[in-house]
Structure formats: structure tokens, C-alpha cells
């Protein structure tokens, strides 16, 4: 935000004081995910290489399940633009809000708020989604995924695999690949 806290927001949150006293401010995008091990985005749009998509309760159960683990994201990109590729690259699966195709792109505020909502209706049936594996350890965090991709992304040029003057699709495939592992 421009400024924060501020008035505005206080009267825009209608006595949900105690979410803005908690709010976080990160300056980048990296920083806000660091520490999360599931990442879900949200688009309208197709892409040249699909990302796996769920639909909003699809979605929803995932991060229920996935804060169960540890911290997870839920990423919405700007009113104007949606997220990048860039910032869907972060992402292990996208949400896609069913729609009318001739108007597909819902604002910012009705997208937030049918997600919270099928949050809150997760959260509230107590169906964590699929049924998960115990695992060991812990869940590797963004910030670990963004390290691993960059040394991935050096190794391969090294190797003679991947040509940084023509990437093409390469690392954003081989980090879906690996985002759905």
C-alpha cells in the first residue's frame, strides 16, 4: 500500500482492526513468500504452458490441508494487470474462478472475497482436501525452491543444456516439474 496504517484502511476493513494490527508489509515478493511451502495464484487467463489449476474449493482445501504443514500463500496479482508469468512461476497451482468466458476477469475485491469465502468453508467442514502421506521433515520453503531454481538454472548452463541466449521455456517447465513434486 501507498501509505499504511492509515485511515482509509481502517474504515475499509469494518472492524477487522485486529487483521490490519497483524498485517505485514514486505517489500518485495520474495520476501513475502519466503518462508512458504505451497504458493497458489490466482488467473483468469490461459497461458502458452498451463500451470495445474484447481477450482476455488479445489483450492481452498489445498491451503487448508498446506497450513496444517506450514505457511502458505494465496497470491493475487494487480487490478489491472493479474499476475505475471514472473509471479506465477512462484506458484504450484493457479485458481481459476469459473466465468462467463465473455467476461471472465473478475475485480480484485470479488475474486479476495469468493476465495476467503471458500477458505472459510473449508475451514469449516473440516475436509482438509486429499489425503496426504506423513512426511518427514520439513516441506521446503520458497525461498529454498528460488535457491534450488538458480542453481539448477547454473548447472544446466554449465553443462551445455540450458543456452541463456535462448531459454526458451526450459526453467519454467522444469519449475512446474518440480512445483508439482
Not at 494487480?78 to 508469468?85: F, K, S, V
Not at 469465502?117 to 482438509?128: F, H, K, Q, T
Request: with cysteine; net charge negative.
Amino acid at each position: 500500500p501507498e501509505r499504511f496504517p492509515s485511515p482509509e484502511a481502517t474504515d475499509r476493513a469494518a472492524g477487522a482492526d485486529d487483521l490490519l494490527d497483524s498485517a505485514v508489509i514486505c517489500a518485495s515478493l520474495d520476501e513475502a513468500l519466503k518462508d512458504c511451502h505451497l504458493v497458489i495464484g490466482t488467473s483468469a487467463r490461459p497461458r502458452r504452458i498451463e500451470w495445474p489449476t484447481l477450482d476455488p474449493a479445489a483450492g481452498a482445501s489445498r491451503l487448508v490441508q498446506g497450513a496444517q504443514q506450514g505457511p502458505v500463500a494465496l497470491l493475487f496479482g494487480q487490478e489491472r494487470t493479474g499476475l505475471l508469468n514472473s509471479e506465477l512461476d512462484r506458484c504450484h497451482f493457479v485458481v481459476t474462478i469459473p466465468a462467463d468466458q465473455a467476461y471472465s476477469s473478475l475485480n480484485l475485491a470479488s475474486a479476495v472475497q469468493i476465495l476467503a469465502y471458500e477458505i472459510y468453508r473449508a475451514v469449516l467442514s473440516g475436509r482438509p482436501g486429499e489425503a496426504t502421506e506423513a512426511r518427514e521433515g520439513r516441506l521446503a520453503s520458497s525461498e529454498d525452491m528460488q535457491r534450488f531454481y538458480q542453481h539448477l538454472a547454473e548447472v544446466l548452463q554449465q553443462i551445455g543444456f540450458l543456452d541463456p541466449d535462448n531459454p526458451r521455456y526450459l526453467m519454467r517447465r522444469l519449475m512446474r516439474l518440480f512445483n508439482r513434486a
